[in-house]
């Protein structure tokens, strides 16, 4: 059985890269490496549903912050069976957001921290009842706020695709969601966290050796 790994941060982090570069190291180890990223916008309806919404095409559905979650959530208990099976073909698979994004971004948006209601409750949802798999390791992506948000506002300069939805454009939002983040990694929520200085140069960085051999050591 594999390992699965989730890569977590803010919007404009740097997750999509580091992912990238960090599924190269693994390879070039020998390991055998798979990637999902969530939301599956394109291929679960769910997160399709929240798409439209962030973009403000579902009326109030967005205002919902537990209607909101509960689509995210749903999203990954329809990918639970994929997950468990692709994790039994490889040695890592990386997931470009988790569960712990559903608990940071919800609590962010209600003002909660993680002793807050709504972090014990997408716990409840995703792992208990949902029976989404735990992960092995989370990485936090830790880069200040106003980084993130320009990498975001360059990404959605260049990119046709990939203009800002509501929660990226909050930047009050983006702020309380660091703090969040930063809790539960702390706190060691769900499954052991490693944090990542992802300030400086994108990418796995100079310590990705160390990391890709961590993560394969288990």
Same mark, same amino acid.
């Given at each position: 059985?594999?390992?699965?790994?989730a890569?977590?941060?803010?919007?404009?982090?740097?997750?999509?890269?580091?992912?990238e570069?960090?599924?190269?190291?693994?390879?070039?180890?020998?390991?055998?490496?798979?990637?999902?990223?969530?939301?599956?916008?394109?291929?679960?309806?769910?997160?399709?549903?929240?798409?439209?919404?962030?973009?403000?095409?579902?009326?109030?559905?967005?205002?919902?912050?537990?209607?909101? #979650?509960?689509?995210f *959530?749903?999203? &990954?208990r !329809?990918? =639970?069976? /994929?997950?468990?099976?692709?994790?039994?073909?490889? %040695? +890592?698979?990386?997931?470009?957001?988790?569960?712990?994004?559903n608990?940071?971004?919800?609590?962010?948006?209600?003002?909660?921290?993680?002793?807050g209601?709504?972090?014990?409750?997408?716990?409840?949802?995703?792992?208990?009842?949902?029976?989404?798999?735990?992960?092995?390791?989370?990485?936090?992506?830790?880069?200040?706020?106003?980084? #993130?948000?320009?990498? *975001?506002?360059? &990404?959605? !300069?260049? =990119?046709? /695709?990939?203009?800002?939805?509501?929660?990226?454009? %909050? +930047?009050?939002?983006?702020?309380?969601?660091?703090?969040?983040?930063?809790?539960?990694?702390?706190?060691?929520?769900?499954?052991?966290?490693?944090?990542?200085?992802?300030?400086?140069?994108?990418?796995?960085?100079?310590?990705?050796?160390?990391?890709?051999?961590?993560?394969?050591?288990?």
């Amino acid at each position: 059985m594999g390992r699965l790994v989730a890569i977590e941060g803010l919007d404009g982090a740097g997750k999509r890269t580091l992912t990238e570069g960090l599924a190269a190291e693994l390879r070039s180890r020998g390991a055998s490496v798979a990637g999902l990223a969530f939301p599956r916008y394109d291929s679960d309806v769910h997160a399709e549903l929240t798409r439209d919404a962030l973009y403000g095409r579902m009326g109030d559905l967005a205002a919902s912050v537990y209607g909101m #979650a509960t689509l995210f *959530a749903l999203d &990954r208990r !329809a990918a =639970a069976d /994929d997950l468990r099976a692709i994790t039994g073909r490889h %040695d +890592v698979v990386l997931c470009d957001r988790y569960v712990a994004s559903n608990a940071a971004y919800g609590a962010a948006r209600l003002h909660e921290d993680v002793d807050g209601e709504f972090v014990t409750w997408v716990r409840a949802l995703e792992i208990e009842r949902f029976g989404v798999p735990v992960p092995d390791t989370q990485l936090l992506l830790q880069v200040p706020v106003h980084v #993130a948000a320009a990498r *975001a506002d360059g &990404r959605a !300069a260049t =990119a046709a /695709d990939r203009a800002k939805d509501a929660f990226e454009s %909050d +930047v009050g939002l983006q702020a309380r969601c660091a703090a969040v983040y930063d809790d539960l990694a702390a706190g060691g929520w769900l499954a052991p966290w490693h944090v990542l200085d992802g300030a400086g140069t994108r990418g796995l960085g100079p310590g990705g050796a160390e990391l890709a051999a961590l993560l394969l050591a288990g």
